[in-house]
Protein backbone atom coordinates (compact mmCIF):
# COMPACT_ATOMS: atom_id res chain seq x y z
CA UNK A 1 0.00 0.00 0.00
CA UNK A 2 1.25 3.53 -1.08
CA UNK A 3 1.77 6.20 2.30
CA UNK A 4 2.36 9.77 1.21
CA UNK A 5 4.86 10.94 3.31
CA UNK A 6 4.86 15.20 4.03
CA UNK A 7 7.66 17.24 5.92
CA UNK A 8 8.24 21.17 6.44
CA UNK A 9 5.90 23.11 6.70
CA UNK A 10 5.28 25.69 9.39
CA UNK A 11 5.23 29.39 9.92
CA UNK A 12 6.72 32.08 8.34
CA UNK A 13 6.62 36.20 8.17
CA UNK A 14 5.35 37.22 4.43
CA UNK A 15 7.65 37.48 1.56
CA UNK A 16 9.80 34.30 3.65
CA UNK A 17 10.02 31.07 2.38
CA UNK A 18 9.22 27.68 2.85
CA UNK A 19 10.25 24.09 1.53
CA UNK A 20 7.41 21.01 1.74
CA UNK A 21 9.11 17.22 0.68
CA UNK A 22 6.87 14.00 0.15
CA UNK A 23 7.77 10.67 -0.06
CA UNK A 24 6.37 7.75 -1.50
CA UNK A 25 6.69 4.96 0.58
CA UNK A 26 5.05 1.19 -0.17
CA UNK A 27 5.30 1.86 -3.92
CA UNK A 28 7.48 -0.06 -6.29
CA UNK A 29 6.67 1.48 -8.60
CA UNK A 30 7.54 5.56 -10.04
CA UNK A 31 4.39 7.32 -9.59
CA UNK A 32 3.23 9.12 -12.85
CA UNK A 33 2.01 12.47 -11.46
CA UNK A 34 2.71 14.05 -8.31
CA UNK A 35 1.96 17.22 -7.04
CA UNK A 36 0.17 19.83 -4.21
CA UNK A 37 -3.07 20.80 -3.30
CA UNK A 38 -3.86 23.63 -0.32
CA UNK A 39 -7.19 24.11 1.34
CA UNK A 40 -7.47 27.24 3.77
CA UNK A 41 -10.22 27.22 6.31
CA UNK A 42 -13.35 27.50 4.64
CA UNK A 43 -12.84 26.98 1.14
CA UNK A 44 -12.18 24.15 -1.16
CA UNK A 45 -8.86 22.26 -1.76
CA UNK A 46 -6.76 23.83 -4.51
CA UNK A 47 -4.16 22.62 -6.73
CA UNK A 48 -0.98 24.51 -6.26
CA UNK A 49 1.52 22.00 -8.53
CA UNK A 50 2.21 19.32 -9.98
CA UNK A 51 4.90 18.03 -12.24
CA UNK A 52 5.27 14.82 -14.03
CA UNK A 53 7.77 11.67 -14.44
CA UNK A 54 9.01 13.31 -17.18
CA UNK A 55 9.25 16.49 -14.97
CA UNK A 56 6.36 18.64 -17.18
CA UNK A 57 4.81 20.98 -14.83
CA UNK A 58 1.97 22.84 -14.29
CA UNK A 59 1.26 25.50 -11.43
CA UNK A 60 -1.58 27.95 -9.98
CA UNK A 61 -1.77 31.02 -11.78
CA UNK A 62 -1.35 32.82 -8.04
CA UNK A 63 1.77 30.49 -7.05
CA UNK A 64 3.52 30.77 -10.64
CA UNK A 65 7.14 32.66 -10.53
CA UNK A 66 7.24 31.90 -6.66
CA UNK A 67 7.02 28.57 -5.97
CA UNK A 68 8.55 25.70 -7.39
CA UNK A 69 8.02 22.14 -7.86
CA UNK A 70 10.48 19.55 -8.60
CA UNK A 71 10.68 15.82 -7.99
CA UNK A 72 13.32 12.90 -7.57
CA UNK A 73 11.92 9.95 -9.26
CA UNK A 74 14.40 7.30 -7.89
CA UNK A 75 12.99 8.47 -4.36
CA UNK A 76 9.49 8.57 -5.59
CA UNK A 77 9.67 12.21 -3.68
CA UNK A 78 8.19 15.45 -4.54
CA UNK A 79 9.22 18.70 -3.63
CA UNK A 80 7.96 22.06 -3.12
CA UNK A 81 10.27 25.05 -2.65
CA UNK A 82 7.63 28.25 -1.82
CA UNK A 83 9.00 31.78 -1.92
CA UNK A 84 7.73 35.16 -1.69
CA UNK A 85 5.06 34.02 0.71
CA UNK A 86 1.88 35.85 1.28
CA UNK A 87 -0.56 35.71 3.95
CA UNK A 88 -3.05 34.28 1.66
CA UNK A 89 -1.18 31.27 1.18
CA UNK A 90 -2.15 30.30 4.26
CA UNK A 91 -3.02 26.91 4.33
CA UNK A 92 -3.18 23.11 4.88
CA UNK A 93 -1.04 21.74 2.11
CA UNK A 94 -1.63 17.77 0.70
CA UNK A 95 0.56 16.36 -1.33
CA UNK A 96 -0.79 13.85 -4.00
CA UNK A 97 0.17 11.16 -6.46
CA UNK A 98 -1.66 9.76 -9.07
CA UNK A 99 -1.42 7.00 -11.09
CA UNK A 100 -3.17 5.22 -13.61
CA UNK A 101 -6.21 5.88 -12.28
CA UNK A 102 -5.29 5.38 -8.51
CA UNK A 103 -5.17 8.29 -6.25
CA UNK A 104 -2.75 8.60 -3.30
CA UNK A 105 -3.02 11.38 -0.85
CA UNK A 106 -0.77 12.58 2.51
CA UNK A 107 -2.40 13.84 5.75
CA UNK A 108 -1.41 17.78 5.35
CA UNK A 109 0.91 20.05 6.80
CA UNK A 110 0.00 22.98 7.85
CA UNK A 111 1.50 26.30 6.91
CA UNK A 112 0.93 29.66 8.34
CA UNK A 113 2.06 33.06 6.87
CA UNK A 114 2.11 35.95 8.92
CA UNK A 115 1.38 39.57 7.84
Known amino acids: QVHMVESGGGLVQAGGSLGLSCAAS????????MGWYRQAPGKQRELVAT???????NYAASVKGRFTISRDNAKNTVYLQMNSLKPEDTAVYYC?????????WGQGTQVTVSA
Open 51 to 57: ISKGGNT
Open 96 to 104: NGWHYGADY
Open 26 to 33: GSAFSINT
